[in-house]
């Protein structure tokens, strides 16, 4: 099983923090241009994952224009696209309007690949900026874990493991802003289910590592983070492969890495 992430594409007005010139996506239409092809003619991936936050937001009308450009551009690849609601996507518009924009039912769904069965969470953002997974979703979380007899991959915006934040240029010292409030109940869910062999989330724009109970939880990189402070958009995307359920992460980009775990 192959599959490919790209996240926090951030099209729209660039994005300054603390000073400094953090989200470098002036040219990230050609950023996403490289990625498909890469993705058709070298890697092949089985399906592409957005894991949220496609736009910098600007106003509605611009908002719904740069999402509908993204989804319209990913149809060029030649497997299936699936989205995850990012903080950005969702403040100008409404959650409805979201998921029509994704073609999607729901922002929070199921689907089996493979021998796989994948769950995409949608965690909520409050008015105080904390995210949630709510009581309805938990519900089905916890039913979609029971009823399948595969093997579960999870993917989510904001963080679900515990995280040091030092040295992060967005959230140091303001985990309520990046990680999931209630990420405790959800990890109880998904750890006694002993079914999930990975976690992805982004929106924390760093590649980390961590680990639960033995299930490893994987923090993706902006594509367009002025990562370590180079004065250039990292064009992060990761490649997973897994082989008898274990897992390997490589980074790709102008930082590339490799995470491997087993399981």
């Not at 890469?38 to 740069?66: A, R, S, Y």
């Not at 991959?153 to 959230?171: E, K, R, S």
Request: hydrophobic share 35%; net charge neutral.
């Amino acid at each position: 099983m192959k599959f490919a992430i790209i996240t926090d594409i951030h099209l729209g007005p660039e994005g300054h923090h603390k000073g400094v010139l953090r989200k470098m996506n002036k040219d990230v239409k050609i950023y996403l241009d490289n990625f498909v092809k890469e993705m058709n003619n070298k890697i092949k991936p089985e399906f592409v994952v957005v894991l949220g936050d496609l736009i910098e937001q600007d106003n509605k009308i611009k908002d719904k224009e740069h999402i509908n450009y993204i989804v319209q551009l990913l149809k060029k690849l030649r497997c299936t696209v699936y989205y995850v609601a990012g903080n950005k996507d969702l403040k100008n518009i409404s959650e409805e309007e979201l998921s029509k924009l994704f073609h999607q039912k729901s922002l929070y769904y199921a689907f089996d690949s493979g021998r796989f069965h994948f769950i995409v969470l949608f965690s909520k953002v409050s008015e105080d900026r904390t995210s949630w997974v709510e009581g309805e979703q938990k519900i089905w979380l916890q039913k979609e874990l029971d009823t399948t007899n595969k093997k579960c991959v999870v993917f989510v915006h904001h963080g679900l493991a515990d995280q040091d934040l030092t040295g992060n240029p967005w959230f140091e010292g303001m985990p309520e802003n990046c990680l999931i409030a209630n990420r405790k109940d959800i990890r109880n869910i998904i750890s006694t289910s002993n079914k999930v062999i990975a976690v992805f989330n982004s929106h924390l724009h760093w590649d980390k590592q961590h680990i639960h109970d033995g299930v490893p939880y994987f923090s993706i990189q902006s594509l367009v983070e002025n990562e370590a402070d180079k004065g250039m958009a990292s064009e992060t995307h990761a490649v997973v492969n897994i082989v008898n359920d274990k897992v390997d992460v490589e980074v790709k980009g102008n930082h590339p890495k490799k995470i491997l775990t087993s399981i």
